[in-house]
């Protein structure tokens, strides 16, 4: 797992003493997810698509909540799913929908780094 200490928040370093940053921070990084959206990747999808169900069910009371500034809570998760692929040698390109999520409606496309 990558340790959230690597994480940057810029403008989210509000949310980072909630449990919602750090429980999403741990599922995100949970090497299962990390090859999921590698493998989502890899078919040209956005890196979120092949966990916005459980994302979405998991933290609804999050990407839900009024206790955040808009939509900070979905844009976050976006926010750390882009570091954690950097962290692995992927760069965002553009970005795609996400057409049956009911929160997250669009997320980064990735390539991996090719030197």
């Given at each position: 797992?990558?340790?959230i200490?690597?994480?940057?928040?810029?403008?989210?370093?509000?949310?980072?003493?909630?449990?919602?940053?750090?429980?999403?921070?741990?599922?995100?990084?949970?090497?299962?997810?990390?090859?999921?959206?590698?493998?989502?990747?890899?078919?040209?999808?956005?890196?979120?698509?092949?966990?916005?169900?459980?994302?979405?069910?998991?933290?609804?009371?999050?990407?839900?909540?009024?206790?955040?500034?808009?939509?900070?809570?979905?844009?976050?998760?976006?926010?750390?799913?882009?570091?954690?692929?950097?962290l692995?040698?992927?760069?965002?390109?553009?970005?795609?929908?996400?057409?049956?999520?009911?929160?997250?409606?669009?997320?980064?496309?990735?390539?991996?780094?090719?030197?």
């Amino acid at each position: 797992m990558i340790d959230i200490k690597q994480y940057k928040p810029g403008r989210f370093a509000y949310m980072m003493g909630k449990p919602f940053a750090v429980d999403a921070w741990a599922f995100l990084t949970e090497q299962d997810h990390i090859l999921a959206m590698g493998n989502a990747i890899a078919k040209g999808r956005p890196a979120i698509e092949p966990l916005i169900a459980d994302i979405e069910t998991r933290f609804e009371e999050h990407l839900t909540s009024k206790e955040y500034h808009d939509d900070d809570a979905c844009v976050l998760v976006n926010n750390m799913i882009l570091q954690i692929l950097e962290l692995r040698g992927f760069r965002h390109v553009s970005c795609g929908l996400c057409a049956h999520a009911r929160f997250i409606k669009q997320s980064g496309i990735y390539k991996k780094v090719t030197d």
